[in-house]
C-alpha cells in the first residue's frame, strides 16, 4: 500500500512570501544597514573621545577616552567586516537550486525536530529568546529612566520611553500566540528596529551630529547657556565616565553585534535557496506547538506577564510625568520629565528681575520650586549688590553653572560650590576680584569668564586660577605684564584691554588652542609665534600693527584679518562678536543687527 506524505500546512498564506527570495535579501539588506550605521555610531564616538580637548573631557567627566576610544574604534572595525563577509559570501553563494522532491512516506516527529533545527538561527532556544529579552529589556528600562533623570529634552525622552514600552509589550507576542513562520520573522525585524533605535539613531541625531557642528563648524554654541545645559548633560548621560558604565556599554554594544550575526546567517542562508513550503509548513507548526506548550509554563506565564505590566506600567509612568506634575516657575527654561516624580526638577533658571519685577533673588532659587537637581543659574538685570547668598547656591549638590550678568553687583564673598564647572561675571560693578574667585577654586571649575568690569588698576590673577582651561577676561583694565606662567588653557580671551605689550607668558602656553587679543594697542607682535606655531584660532582685530612692509607677514596678517575682523559695524564690534550667542552691547544696535539677537534673553528695551 502506497503511503500518502503528510505534510504540515501552512499557518497562513503570508508564509508563501518566504518561498521567494526578496524577503531574505531584505533580512540581509537590514543587517548590513545596521550594521553600517552602528559602524558610524560607534566611529563618530570613538572620534569626538579623541578631539575633545581638556577642557570638553572635565566638563563631561569622561572615562580614559584613548581606551573608549580605541575600543569603539575595534567594535566599529567589526561591524564593516562584517558587511564584507556578507558580500564575500553572498559572492560565493552556489546557485539557486530546484527544491528536491518529497519523499513519499510519512513525516515523524523526530524528522521534523531535525529539520527545525534548520531554522535554529531565527527560532531559537525559548530559554535563550526569553532570557535575552530579559536583559535586553532590563538594560532598556534602566537606560531610559537613567535618561529621564538627566536629559531636559522631554521629546527625546518621550519617545525613548515609548520604544521601551513598545518593546516589552511586543515581545510575548512571540511566545503567547500561534505564529507563521513570516509572522515571527517580521516581529524580530520589528524589535530589532527599536533595539537599533534605542541603542543608536536617538543618540546618533539627537547628540552625535549636534556635537559634530559644534566642534567642527560653530564652538561658539557651547557659550549658550541654555544649549550647554542641554547637551553637557545628554553628554554626561551618554558618554562613558566610569569603568562600570564602560563595559554596560561594551557588552551591550556586542549583544547588538552577536545578534546581528544570528539575523545575518539566516538571510545567508535562503538567500541562495529559500526554503520549500515543507520547511516552512514544519518550523511554523513548531513555533505554534512550542508556543501553546510554554504557555501553560508557570516560569514563561510569570514572564510574559511582568513584561507586559511593566510595560504598560512604564507607558503610565510617561503619561504622568507628561501631565500630571508640580508646575515649573516661568523662570525655569528647561526640566526634568523624570518618571514616578511629580515634582518639579528645573536644570536651568534664568532670574531677570525686570521680567519678574521683583529684586529678591534668593527667594527665586528656592529647592522648593525648583528641585535639588539644578545645573544652571543665570541672574540678569538685578541689583543684586553682594551677589548670590552662600547658603542659596550650596542648596544645590549638582550646581555646575553660575552666571551673573548686567548686576550691580560690587561685591561677593562666599565658596563656590564644588560642583561647579562654569562661572560667568559680565557687565557688573566689580572694582576688584571678588573673595569669591580669590580663594580656593574647586578643582571641578573648568571655564571662567570675568568681563566688562569697571575696574581702575589691572587686576591680578590669583595662582588658584591655575586649574582653569578656558579664562576669559575682556575689557577689565589688564595689564600686558600679567602672569600666564603655570596656566594650562585652552582657550583664553583677553580683548578690549589697551595692552600695548604682548605677555609673553602666552607663548609658554602649548595647550593653547584659542586666544583672542583684538581691540587692544599693540604695535609689535611675535611674529615668530605667530607665523610658526600660533594657536589653531588667533584673532587680532582692532590693533594698530607696525611693520607690515616684510613680504613675507603682510599676507599673513591680512589672513588673520579678513577671517574674522572685517567688516567692522560699529566701533569696538567685529564680525565674529555678531551671533556667537555672548550679548555684547558695543553690537546692540541696529548696524549690527543688533547683536543677530545674542541679547534676546535679557529682554532689553
Known amino acids: 500500500m502506497q503511503v500518502t506524505p503528510v505534510v504540515p500546512p501552512l499557518a497562513a498564506n503570508v508564509d508563501l512570501i518566504l518561498l521567494k527570495k526578496w524577503p531574505w535579501c531584505g533580512i540581509l539588506c537590514f543587517a548590513v544597514m545596521k550594521h553600517v550605521m552602528l559602524a558610524i555610531y560607534l566611529s563618530l564616538q570613538a572620534i569626538l573621545s579623541t578631539v575633545h580637548d581638556q577642557a570638553e573631557q572635565r566638563a563631561g567627566y569622561m572615562y580614559n577616552p584613548d581606551m573608549v576610544a580605541l575600543v569603539f574604534f575595534l567594535l566599529s572595525s567589526i561591524h564593516v567586516s562584517s558587511i564584507v563577509h556578507v558580500a564575500w559570501k553572498l559572492g560565493c553563494c552556489p546557485r539557486r537550486l530546484s527544491p528536491p522532491a518529497i519523499r513519499q512516506n510519512k513525516v515523524k ?20 529568546i526569553i532570557l535575552f529579552n530579559l536583559v535586553e529589556i532590563i538594560c532598556q528600562s534602566y537606560e531610559g529612566i537613567l535618561l529621564a533623570s538627566k536629559v531636559s529634552d522631554r521629546t527625546i525622552v518621550g519617545f525613548y520611553i515609548v520604544l521601551v514600552v513598545l518593546h516589552a509589550i511586543l515581545t510575548p507576542l512571540l511566545f503567547v500566540f500561534r505564529h507563521s513562520m513570516a509572522k515571527v520573522l517580521f516581529t524580530n525585524v520589528l524589535l530589532s528596529w527599536i533595539s537599533l533605535a534605542l541603542s543608536c539613531l536617538i543618540h546618533l541625531f539627537c547628540l552625535i551630529l549636534p556635537l559634530l557642528h559644534y566642534k567642527f563648524i560653530d564652538s561658539n554654541v557651547a557659550r549658550d547657556p541654555l544649549w550647554l545645559t542641554k547637551f553637557v548633560l545628554y553628554v554626561q548621560y551618554n558618554t562613558v565616565t566610569t569603568p562600570v558604565d564602560f563595559g554596560a556599554k561594551s557588552v551591550m554594544q556586542l549583544g547588538a553585534l552577536v545578534t546581528l550575526w544570528r539575523l545575518q546567517a539566516v538571510g545567508i542562508k535562503y538567500f541562495s535557496k529559500p526554503p520549500d513550503r515543507q520547511e516552512i509548513a514544519t518550523n511554523s507548526a513548531i513555533a505554534g506547538t512550542t508556543a501553546t506548550s510554554k504557555r501553560v509554563h508557570r516560569g514563561l506565564s510569570i514572564y510574559l506577564a511582568c513584561s507586559v505590566l511593566w510595560g ?91 552666571s551673573i550678568q548686567f548686576t550691580k553687583t560690587k561685591a561677593w564673598d562666599g565658596q563656590l560650590p564644588n560642583s561647579i564647572s562654569f562661572f560667568t561675571a559680565s557687565d557688573n560693578m566689580f572694582a576688584t576680584v571678588p573673595a569669591i574667585l580669590d580663594r580656593e577654586l574647586p578643582p571641578s571649575l573648568v571655564s571662567l569668564s570675568f568681563s566688562h568690569q569697571p575696574m ?37 580671551r583677553i580683548a578690549n584691554n589697551n595692552l600695548t605689550q604682548w605677555p609673553p607668558s602666552i607663548m609658554a602656553m602649548p595647550s593653547l588652542l584659542e586666544l583672542d587679543i583684538s581691540g587692544n594697542a599693540l604695535q609689535i607682535l611675535p611674529w615668530k609665534y605667530v607665523v610658526d606655531s600660533p594657536p589653531s584660532l588667533l584673532r587680532l582685530c582692532g590693533n594698530p600693527v607696525q611693520g607690515l612692509n616684510r613680504s613675507e607677514l603682510f599676507p599673513v596678517y591680512q589672513k588673520l584679518q579678513s577671517a574674522s575682523c572685517l567688516p567692522v559695524c560699529a566701533p569696538q564690534c567685529f564680525p565674529y562678536m555678531v551671533g556667537n550667542y555672548v550679548c555684547d552691547l558695543a553690537c546692540f544696535n541696529a548696524a549690527c543687527g543688533y547683536d543677530a539677537g545674542d541679547c534676546q534673553a535679557f529682554a532689553f528695551t
Open 312 to 402: 504598560v506600567g512604564l507607558f503610565g509612568s510617561l503619561l504622568q510625568a507628561l501631565w500630571i506634575r508640580q508646575p515649573c516657575p516661568p523662570t525655569c527654561q528647561a526640566a526634568l520629565m523624570n518618571l514616578w516624580d511629580s515634582t518639579c526638577q528645573c536644570m536651568f533658571v534664568h532670574v531677570n528681575c525686570v521680567q519678574t519685577n521683583s529684586q529678591d533673588v534668593d527667594s527665586a532659587l528656592q529647592t522648593s520650586q525648583l528641585g535639588v537637581k539644578l545645573y544652571a543659574i543665570q541672574v540678569s538685570q538685578c541689583d543684586l549688590v553682594d551677589g548670590i547668598a552662600n547658603a542659596t547656591m550650596h542648596q544645590f549638590p549638582a550646581l555646575s553653572y553660575v
Open 109 to 128: 516527529p523526530k524528522a521534523t525536530i531535525d529539520r527545525a533545527n534548520s531554522m535554529s538561527s531565527v527560532l531559537a532556544s525559548p530559554k535563550w
Open 456 to 492: 581702575a588698576t589691572s587686576p591680578v590673577i590669583p595662582q588658584s586660577w591655575k586649574v582653569l582651561s578656558r579664562l576669559e577676561m575682556t575689557n577689565v583694565n589688564l595689564s600686558a605684564f600679567v602672569n600666564f606662567t603655570g596656566f594650562s588653557l585652552v582657550t583664553l
